[in-house]
């Protein structure tokens, strides 16, 4: 079992920068996909970036291409989001996921575990 937890998120200027992390607790940690979502008021939650349980892979939805950076670091159980020249379309919730699944399933629902949510908000 993994147990996540979520922060860094805060208020920021639009432009600015965030680092999000995420600690995990659970001895098998290295073995799962992670993934960070957002939700923001009144839509579906998205999953925005997608790292595997190596680091090898990662993917990340059109919209933070080029701005947001996905990593881990498994001896120390945490993942992070650097999220850079943010804009006021990404204020949501941040949450991350874990899950054990192929690279090619990691885009898809199922996620096994969630933390409770950092929440960004970007102002104009």
């Known amino acids: 079992q993994v147990q996540l937890v979520e922060s860094g998120g805060g208020l920021v200027q639009a432009g600015g920068s965030l680092r999000l992390s995420c600690a995990a607790s659970g001895r098998t940690f290295s073995n799962y996909n992670m993934g960070w979502f957002r939700q923001a008021p009144g839509k579906e939650r998205e999953l925005v970036a997608a790292i595997s349980w190596s680091g090898d892979s990662i993917g990340y939805v059109d919209s933070v291409k080029g701005r947001f950076t996905v990593s881990r670091d498994n001896a120390k159980k945490m993942v992070y989001l650097q999220m850079n020249t943010l804009k006021p379309e990404d204020t949501a919730v941040y949450f991350c996921?874990?899950?054990?699944?192929?690279?090619?399933?990691?885009?898809?629902?199922?996620?096994?575990?969630w933390g409770q949510g950092t929440q960004v908000t970007v102002s104009v």
């Open positions: 996921a874990a899950k054990i699944s192929s690279w090619s399933d990691v885009w898809t629902s199922g996620y096994d575990y």
